[in-house]
């Protein structure tokens, strides 16, 4: 028996292929929507990949299972409370997969969704892990307010809260210590709210370690599980549907993105995503661009700025850049919203540097922006007089900033003040001028 896991760093992702030897098959558990890792590792084993399981709809990622079951013919597992569009076959308490001496095994375990499973992996007759999906975390439990307004089953996020307190209680505390935990996120998700490093661990370690394992009463677990979530990105509904019906093949859909030479004519009215670093887009860029960098968290900013069905203009600096880009897009599912993608290194639209001696003597002399999250401007205020209005959030409520003040745009390092301060320019245009603080914030925090 193998089990590989597969991380998607961008994302803080995992996903997980079980391979047994006597059948010479692979069974995956939550893909990404990029098969070449999975069928790369299938091959090196000369092995059959033949089934796939999905713990859920996931809102984060788009998946790639039906694109596996329409390349390899594999069989799709998932809860039959999914109400999936696509050919599957119902996985819930009391269904098993057997692989040679490997069982799988299914636990109903709502409260991250109504319709969450986990998968118990008994080998030689003994329970040996559980893939836990957004259950369980390494020091935490999956978020209980994502499915209000998505899928074939929505409740509230109270009520799935509660469900979370008996499905960790009556499912998974009470399987072996030394069962292994493979959860399907790690620390920097938006699914959970203080998730470990760690990658792995075991049942016995998390009941000693996990906050949502201590022994607290149901009322209690509700009120600290829904204190303090972290923002819901615009895209989590869109995604959550998408997968319920399955994604289109990656390959079709990376071709139909329109790829543009030249300097493209851009339509009036269209967003534009500059994901240049934030000097060379300071330096020159169209009117009204928003520079989303081309970082370790793009496509999660990516899908917060931007809502589902809304069209937008995609640039880079270079084609390798571009081509980055675009597949970050589709890791979200928003490669059919690209207007079209183009290497752009001009520009008639430029913004200065933040004039930081002046600033820095008078701050009073301007309105400032703090972009990050409440909880974050909750926990550590950097400047007393700053107007809080989170990144996902500034297009929506840009005009609440005064215009009687040049305005300085701050977060907690840099890159989500870049996409700030370049909404304010984008939406205010001549009507205040914006700066962006970047990397500077940190002359003003200890």
């Not at 390899?72 to 119902?90: D, M």
């Not at 615009?234 to 859909?253: E, H, I, M, Q």
Request: one cysteine or more; aromatic letters at 8%.
């Amino acid at each position: 028996m193998d089990i590989q896991q597969f991380e998607d760093k961008g994302l803080a992702h995992y996903s997980y292929a079980i391979y047994s030897e006597i059948s010479n098959e692979v069974i995956l558990i939550d893909p990404s929507r990029d098969l070449a890792p999975y069928l790369a590792y299938a091959a090196s084993l000369h092995a059959k990949i033949t089934g796939v399981i999905e713990t859920h709809p996931h809102a984060d990622f788009i998946s790639g299972h039906l694109e596996l079951h329409q390349t390899t013919g594999a069989v799709i597992y998932c809860s039959r409370l999914v109400g999936a569009a696509y050919p599957h076959t119902s996985f819930d308490e009391g269904n098993t997969i057997v692989l040679g001496d490997i069982t799988l095994r299914a636990l109903n375990t709502p409260g991250h969704s109504p319709d969450s499973i986990c998968v118990v992996l008994t080998y030689k007759n003994e329970d040996r892990v559980v893939f836990t999906g957004d259950t369980l975390f390494i020091g935490d439990c999956g978020r209980p307010d994502l499915r209000e307004n998505a899928g074939n089953i929505t409740a509230g996020r109270e009520a799935l809260a509660r469900m979370m307190y008996h499905s960790l209680r009556e499912k998974l505390m009470v399987l072996a210590d030394d069962v292994l935990v493979y959860p399907a996120h790690g620390a920097g998700t938006l699914c959970g709210k203080s998730l470990s490093d760690e990658d792995s661990s075991t049942i016995a370690a998390e009941k000693v370690s996990n906050w949502s394992l201590d022994e607290l009463t149901e009322t209690e677990f509700v009120k600290e599980l829904l204190s303090s979530q972290p923002f819901i990105p615009k895209y989590f509904t869109y995604d959550v549907d998408v997968n319920r019906a399955g994604a289109a093949p990656l390959a079709a859909s990376l071709q139909k993105v329109p790829v543009l030479s030249g300097i493209p004519a851009f339509e009036a009215g269209t967003l534009i995503i500059d994901t240049r670093p934030g000097d060379a887009f300071k330096q020159a860029h169209p009117p009204r661009a928003i520079n989303v960098q081309n970082g370790g968290r793009f496509e999660t900013w990516l899908g917060s700025i931007v809502a589902p069905g809304e069209s937008f203009y995609l640039l880079a600096t270079d084609d390798a850049a571009l081509q980055e880009v675009i597949k970050k897009t589709t890791k979200i599912g928003y490669e059919p919203f690209i207007t079209g993608a183009a290497v752009y290194t001009t520009g008639a639209a430029h913004m200065d540097a933040v004039p930081l001696e002046d600033f820095t003597a008078h701050p009073e002399n301007y309105t400032i922006i703090d972009v990050r999250m409440p909880n974050e401007a909750a926990d550590y205020k950097i400047f007393d007089q700053a107007l809080s209005i989170p990144l996902d959030q500034l297009r929506e409520r840009v005009n609440e900033i005064p215009l009687d003040k040049p305005v300085v745009v701050h977060c907690a390092g840099g890159t989500r003040s870049a996409a700030g301060s370049s909404i304010i320019a984008a939406v205010l245009e001549d009507q205040v001028k914006a700066y962006d603080l970047g990397k500077a914030v940190k002359q003003f925090t200890p």
